[in-house]
Protein backbone atom coordinates (compact mmCIF):
# COMPACT_ATOMS: atom_id res chain seq x y z
CA UNK A 1 0.00 0.00 0.00
CA UNK A 2 0.88 3.76 -0.98
CA UNK A 3 1.05 6.35 1.07
CA UNK A 4 -1.08 9.31 0.42
CA UNK A 5 0.30 13.15 -0.15
CA UNK A 6 0.59 15.05 2.92
CA UNK A 7 1.80 18.69 4.13
CA UNK A 8 5.45 18.99 3.55
CA UNK A 9 6.27 18.38 7.62
CA UNK A 10 3.17 17.19 8.83
CA UNK A 11 3.97 13.36 9.40
CA UNK A 12 0.45 11.22 8.79
CA UNK A 13 -1.30 11.37 5.29
CA UNK A 14 -4.44 10.33 6.71
CA UNK A 15 -5.90 11.21 10.11
CA UNK A 16 -9.00 9.77 12.18
CA UNK A 17 -10.82 12.10 14.51
CA UNK A 18 -12.94 11.02 17.45
CA UNK A 19 -16.44 13.21 17.56
CA UNK A 20 -17.40 14.04 20.92
CA UNK A 21 -14.96 15.35 23.00
CA UNK A 22 -12.57 15.98 20.70
CA UNK A 23 -14.33 17.93 17.62
CA UNK A 24 -17.66 18.79 18.91
CA UNK A 25 -18.47 19.62 22.52
CA UNK A 26 -22.07 17.67 22.59
CA UNK A 27 -22.11 16.76 26.35
CA UNK A 28 -24.89 19.01 26.84
CA UNK A 29 -27.32 17.60 24.66
CA UNK A 30 -26.44 13.82 25.74
CA UNK A 31 -27.19 15.37 29.34
CA UNK A 32 -30.26 16.26 28.13
CA UNK A 33 -31.27 12.76 26.10
CA UNK A 34 -30.05 11.07 29.23
CA UNK A 35 -32.27 13.48 31.89
CA UNK A 36 -35.12 13.00 29.55
CA UNK A 37 -34.73 9.02 29.62
CA UNK A 38 -34.39 9.59 33.27
CA UNK A 39 -37.48 11.60 34.25
CA UNK A 40 -39.58 9.57 31.89
CA UNK A 41 -38.52 6.59 34.28
CA UNK A 42 -39.06 8.51 36.98
CA UNK A 43 -35.85 8.93 38.15
CA UNK A 44 -34.33 12.69 39.28
CA UNK A 45 -31.89 14.29 36.59
CA UNK A 46 -28.39 14.55 36.58
CA UNK A 47 -26.48 17.59 36.41
CA UNK A 48 -24.29 17.20 33.16
CA UNK A 49 -20.39 16.99 35.02
CA UNK A 50 -21.68 13.30 35.61
CA UNK A 51 -22.94 12.53 32.29
CA UNK A 52 -19.64 14.01 30.68
CA UNK A 53 -18.24 10.82 33.17
CA UNK A 54 -20.43 8.44 31.38
CA UNK A 55 -19.57 9.65 27.63
CA UNK A 56 -17.22 7.62 25.33
CA UNK A 57 -18.22 4.18 25.45
CA UNK A 58 -21.47 4.00 23.44
CA UNK A 59 -24.81 4.64 23.85
CA UNK A 60 -25.24 1.30 25.48
CA UNK A 61 -22.86 1.98 28.22
CA UNK A 62 -24.24 5.65 28.85
CA UNK A 63 -27.52 4.39 29.20
CA UNK A 64 -25.93 1.31 31.51
CA UNK A 65 -24.56 4.18 33.68
CA UNK A 66 -27.59 6.42 34.07
CA UNK A 67 -29.81 3.31 34.99
CA UNK A 68 -27.28 2.25 37.95
CA UNK A 69 -26.91 5.70 39.32
CA UNK A 70 -30.35 6.09 39.53
CA UNK A 71 -30.31 2.15 41.19
CA UNK A 72 -32.76 1.13 38.07
CA UNK A 73 -32.53 -2.57 37.83
CA UNK A 74 -33.98 -2.15 34.35
CA UNK A 75 -32.25 -4.26 31.31
CA UNK A 76 -30.76 -1.36 29.05
CA UNK A 77 -31.63 -3.05 25.82
CA UNK A 78 -35.96 -2.33 27.17
CA UNK A 79 -35.35 1.44 27.50
CA UNK A 80 -33.36 2.13 24.54
CA UNK A 81 -36.18 2.43 22.01
CA UNK A 82 -37.12 5.97 24.13
CA UNK A 83 -33.68 6.67 24.87
CA UNK A 84 -33.01 6.59 21.02
CA UNK A 85 -35.70 8.92 20.27
CA UNK A 86 -34.69 11.66 23.10
CA UNK A 87 -31.18 10.70 21.33
CA UNK A 88 -32.62 12.14 18.11
CA UNK A 89 -34.72 14.95 19.47
CA UNK A 90 -31.58 16.46 21.58
CA UNK A 91 -28.93 15.97 18.74
CA UNK A 92 -29.09 19.56 17.78
CA UNK A 93 -29.77 21.54 21.02
CA UNK A 94 -26.68 23.70 20.92
CA UNK A 95 -23.65 21.58 20.02
CA UNK A 96 -20.64 23.60 19.51
CA UNK A 97 -17.09 23.37 17.68
CA UNK A 98 -14.16 23.29 19.55
CA UNK A 99 -11.61 26.26 18.97
CA UNK A 100 -10.13 25.93 15.91
CA UNK A 101 -11.59 22.95 14.38
CA UNK A 102 -13.08 24.37 11.06
CA UNK A 103 -9.87 26.21 10.39
CA UNK A 104 -7.21 23.44 10.57
CA UNK A 105 -9.42 20.92 9.29
CA UNK A 106 -9.41 22.99 6.01
CA UNK A 107 -5.76 23.89 6.72
CA UNK A 108 -5.02 19.92 6.47
CA UNK A 109 -7.30 18.96 3.59
CA UNK A 110 -5.85 22.01 1.27
CA UNK A 111 -2.69 20.23 2.68
CA UNK A 112 -3.97 16.82 0.75
CA UNK A 113 -4.22 14.98 4.47
CA UNK A 114 -7.10 12.72 4.38
CA UNK A 115 -9.08 12.38 6.90
CA UNK A 116 -11.93 10.58 8.35
CA UNK A 117 -14.71 10.44 11.56
CA UNK A 118 -14.22 7.34 13.79
CA UNK A 119 -16.48 7.35 16.67
CA UNK A 120 -18.60 5.22 18.55
CA UNK A 121 -21.81 7.50 18.20
CA UNK A 122 -24.31 5.54 16.65
CA UNK A 123 -24.15 5.76 12.96
CA UNK A 124 -27.10 7.69 11.97
CA UNK A 125 -26.57 11.02 13.93
CA UNK A 126 -22.84 11.56 13.04
CA UNK A 127 -23.35 13.02 9.61
CA UNK A 128 -26.47 14.76 10.32
CA UNK A 129 -24.42 16.24 13.56
CA UNK A 130 -21.51 17.01 11.60
CA UNK A 131 -23.42 18.93 8.84
CA UNK A 132 -25.16 20.89 10.95
CA UNK A 133 -21.26 21.97 12.40
CA UNK A 134 -20.71 22.63 9.07
CA UNK A 135 -17.53 20.14 8.55
CA UNK A 136 -19.34 17.09 6.92
CA UNK A 137 -17.13 18.01 3.67
CA UNK A 138 -13.36 17.41 5.28
CA UNK A 139 -13.99 13.94 5.53
CA UNK A 140 -13.78 11.32 3.00
CA UNK A 141 -15.22 8.60 5.61
CA UNK A 142 -16.97 8.53 8.60
CA UNK A 143 -17.79 5.59 10.85
CA UNK A 144 -20.21 5.08 13.45
CA UNK A 145 -21.21 2.41 16.19
CA UNK A 146 -23.14 0.01 14.43
CA UNK A 147 -21.18 -0.28 11.13
CA UNK A 148 -18.61 -2.87 12.21
CA UNK A 149 -19.57 -5.66 15.08
CA UNK A 150 -16.76 -3.93 17.02
CA UNK A 151 -16.11 -0.28 18.55
CA UNK A 152 -13.26 1.23 20.11
CA UNK A 153 -11.43 0.45 21.61
CA UNK A 154 -11.42 -2.90 19.52
CA UNK A 155 -8.91 -1.43 17.11
CA UNK A 156 -10.70 -3.45 14.24
CA UNK A 157 -12.76 0.53 13.04
CA UNK A 158 -9.19 1.82 12.53
CA UNK A 159 -7.96 -0.64 10.91
CA UNK A 160 -11.24 -0.90 8.62
CA UNK A 161 -11.04 2.88 7.77
CA UNK A 162 -7.12 2.40 7.00
CA UNK A 163 -8.12 -0.10 4.49
CA UNK A 164 -10.76 1.91 2.72
CA UNK A 165 -7.66 4.68 2.55
CA UNK A 166 -5.46 2.35 1.39
CA UNK A 167 -2.89 3.02 3.50
CA UNK A 168 -1.11 0.76 6.60
CA UNK A 169 -2.80 1.89 9.88
CA UNK A 170 0.99 2.85 11.08
CA UNK A 171 0.07 5.72 8.55
CA UNK A 172 -3.42 7.19 10.14
CA UNK A 173 -2.91 9.45 13.04
CA UNK A 174 -6.17 9.13 15.59
CA UNK A 175 -6.98 12.04 17.47
CA UNK A 176 -8.85 11.67 20.15
CA UNK A 177 -9.58 12.67 24.26
CA UNK A 178 -10.53 9.43 25.90
CA UNK A 179 -9.12 5.54 27.06
CA UNK A 180 -11.29 4.10 23.86
CA UNK A 181 -9.43 5.99 21.38
CA UNK A 182 -5.93 5.20 23.12
CA UNK A 183 -6.69 1.92 23.85
CA UNK A 184 -8.11 1.35 20.20
CA UNK A 185 -5.27 3.14 18.43
CA UNK A 186 -2.46 1.34 20.63
CA UNK A 187 -4.07 -1.85 19.86
CA UNK A 188 -4.30 -1.18 16.35
CA UNK A 189 -0.40 0.02 16.06
CA UNK A 190 -1.72 3.51 15.09
CA UNK A 191 -0.26 6.75 16.31
CA UNK A 192 -1.56 8.65 19.03
CA UNK A 193 -2.69 12.20 19.40
CA UNK A 194 -5.14 13.35 22.71
CA UNK A 195 -6.61 16.53 23.39
CA UNK A 196 -7.21 17.42 27.04
CA UNK A 197 -10.07 19.06 26.46
CA UNK A 198 -12.48 16.46 26.24
CA UNK A 199 -14.51 13.67 28.31
CA UNK A 200 -11.30 11.85 29.74
CA UNK A 201 -12.70 10.85 33.18
CA UNK A 202 -9.74 9.86 34.84
CA UNK A 203 -7.82 8.52 32.50
CA UNK A 204 -4.07 9.20 32.10
CA UNK A 205 -3.08 11.10 28.69
CA UNK A 206 0.48 11.70 29.59
CA UNK A 207 0.97 8.21 30.80
CA UNK A 208 -0.47 5.89 27.41
CA UNK A 209 1.99 6.50 25.09
CA UNK A 210 0.33 8.83 22.93
CA UNK A 211 2.40 10.64 20.29
CA UNK A 212 1.54 14.44 22.20
CA UNK A 213 -1.58 16.16 24.33
CA UNK A 214 -2.76 19.29 23.02
CA UNK A 215 -4.30 21.34 24.69
CA UNK A 216 -5.62 23.20 21.47
CA UNK A 217 -7.19 21.28 18.42
CA UNK A 218 -4.60 23.38 16.31
CA UNK A 219 -1.71 22.28 17.85
CA UNK A 220 -2.25 19.40 15.27
CA UNK A 221 -0.96 21.70 12.87
CA UNK A 222 2.56 22.08 14.81
CA UNK A 223 2.51 18.14 15.24
CA UNK A 224 6.10 16.85 13.95
Same mark, same amino acid.
Given at each position: ?7 P????P????D ?12 A ?14 V ?22 H ?25 PR ?19 A????K ?13 I??Y?E +??? #? *?????Q $? ?5 ? /? &? ?45 ? +??? #? *?????D $? ?5 ? /? &?
Amino acid at each position: MSAVAAEPGFPWPVVLFDLDGTLVDSASDIAASVNRLLLDLGHASVDEATVRGWIGDGVGQLVAQALRHAGDARDVESVMPRFMRHYEDCLLLDPRLYPGVERTLRVLQTAGVRMAVCTNKPTPFVTPLLQAMGIAPYFE +HVL #G *AGELPQ $RKPDPAP /L &RHLAARFGVPVEQCLMIGDSSTDAHAALAAGAPLVLVSYGYRRTFDL +HGC #G *AHAVID $RFDQLLE /L &R
